[in-house]
């Protein structure tokens, strides 16, 4: 029977899904991967057994992997100059067919260098007030499809020269009223020189060049049945984390995306998939959260133990924080996922620094926290299922798929 593995992150992201996707590829042989949320502002890190190192934006995490396909969803977005960056630091890492194992969904909406400009002066615009953003551009143009439909500019699009022209004119002239909107502000240096990119009618000349140099191969929303019938076990890769959740999340601080597992679900409703389908969220031993925005169990004691190899304060996203493991926030977001069947739990390796871990079991910040301390990964495990009233199923102390082992829980209980 065919089988469906649907990962998510249950964090603020940056919780090692594209690592676990890498990693369970190789375990069950799937040959595809389909992303069904966010878009270029996805990093998901995934590292080789031979060292070799890939941040995954728009191509899916087991795309190291010979054969492995990656499909792009209706529900993600994609910026085609991205795609072009990123095949090109595949191909230095020997991927050299990243483009012929790719489809996009003619349904994608394309994030134009208006959107991502006009991203970044808003929040550059916000001061000390800001939301938290990557900078890509992925709020807007949800925004502009949310309020605009078809006028935006889709993957379909991009078949016709003339249809492509006239979209971006509109979303230009859309982004430059935005724009003036803002009023004054001190500018940066980069600041004016995204504001100028807005108003240069050159540049839709320019983006329907560098889009004709994109290989894509985009089809109809029909093509994901095709897909997923030629494959015994998929791997529907998430973006982000539930407690970022555009539903789900705490507003202003979080995305215009889905990070449940319910466009998944829509999608395998969609094909009338009829297999097996196992939901696998993912979990670091301790929480981390990338820029602005509420994060409870905060401890900049953390920084200097637990050092990062992939994340850092640079970017546009702002300071990386790191902070204890969460079980209220983690059951939340468990809760409002839908549910998930075992956890992957991730940076056991944390112990060799941490020596003792803390679990936050309840409280607020305004009353005080409760926290249960932790001397071994078992006993940090066993907290977490009994806690979480999940299995963890899967257990990871480094950066490659060698370092993932499964695990067989002593006692599972269903969430």
């Not at 998944?264 to 981390?288: C, M, S």
Request: hydrophobic share 40%; charged share 25%.
């Amino acid at each position: 029977m065919n089988k469906a593995l649907i990962v998510i992150g249950l964090g603020f992201g940056d919780e090692s899904k594209g690592a676990t996707t890498d990693a369970l590829a190789r375990r069950h042989d799937a040959k595809l991967i389909i992303r069904f949320n966010g878009g270029p502002q996805t990093a998901h890190n995934v590292v080789c057994s031979d060292g070799r190192h890939h941040t995954f934006a728009q191509f899916g995490s087991a795309s190291f992997i010979p054969g492995v396909r990656t499909h792009l969803s209706r529900f993600t977005l994609i910026n085609p100059m991205n795609m072009l960056r990123e095949e090109a630091h595949l191909r230095e890492v020997g991927v050299t067919d990243a483009f012929d194992r790719l489809t996009v969904d003619e349904g994608c909406v394309v994030i134009t260098p208006f959107q991502r400009s006009l991203n970044r002066l808003v929040e550059w615009s916000r001061g000390s007030k800001a939301h938290g953003s990557c900078g890509q551009g992925v709020g807007q143009a949800r925004s502009d499809q949310i309020e605009c439909g078809d006028k935006v500019l889709y993957a379909g699009d991009l078949r016709d020269e003339a249809t492509v022209k006239a979209k971006l004119k509109f979303v230009q002239k859309r982004m430059q009223d935005k724009a003036l909107e803002l009023g004054d502000f001190h500018y940066g240096k980069e600041a004016a020189h995204v504001f100028a990119d807005i108003f240069d009618d050159n540049v839709i000349d320019w983006c329907w060049r560098e889009y004709s140099k994109v290989p894509l191969k985009i089809v109809s929303s029909d093509y994901l049945k095709l897909l997923v019938e030629r494959n015994r076990n998929v791997i529907f890769e998430g973006a982000q984390g539930v407690l970022l959740d555009e539903k789900y999340g705490t507003a202003p601080h979080n995305t215009w995306t889905d990070c449940t597992c319910r466009n998944a679900d829509t999608l395998l409703k969609e094909i009338g998939f009829d297999g097996t389908v196992q939901r696998i969220g993912v979990l670091r031993t301790y929480f981390t959260r990338h820029g602005a925005g509420p994060f409870e169990t905060e401890d900049w004691r953390l920084t200097a133990l637990l050092p990062e190899l992939h994340n850092d304060n640079n970017g546009f996203q702002g300071t990386f924080r790191r902070g204890h493991f969460d079980a209220v926030q983690a059951r939340y977001a468990v809760n409002v996922s839908g549910g998930v069947n075992e956890i992957a739990l991730t940076h056991l390796d944390a112990f060799d620094r941490l020596k003792l871990a803390q679990i936050r079991v309840a409280g607020s910040r305004v009353l005080g926290h409760e926290y249960v301390s932790c001397a071994s990964p078992l006993e940090f495990v066993q907290h977490v299922e009994l806690l979480l009233r999940v299995p963890v199923t899967i257990l990871s102390s480094g950066p490659t798929a060698e370092h993932r082992t499964e695990r067989v829980p002593e006692v599972s209980e269903a969430a």
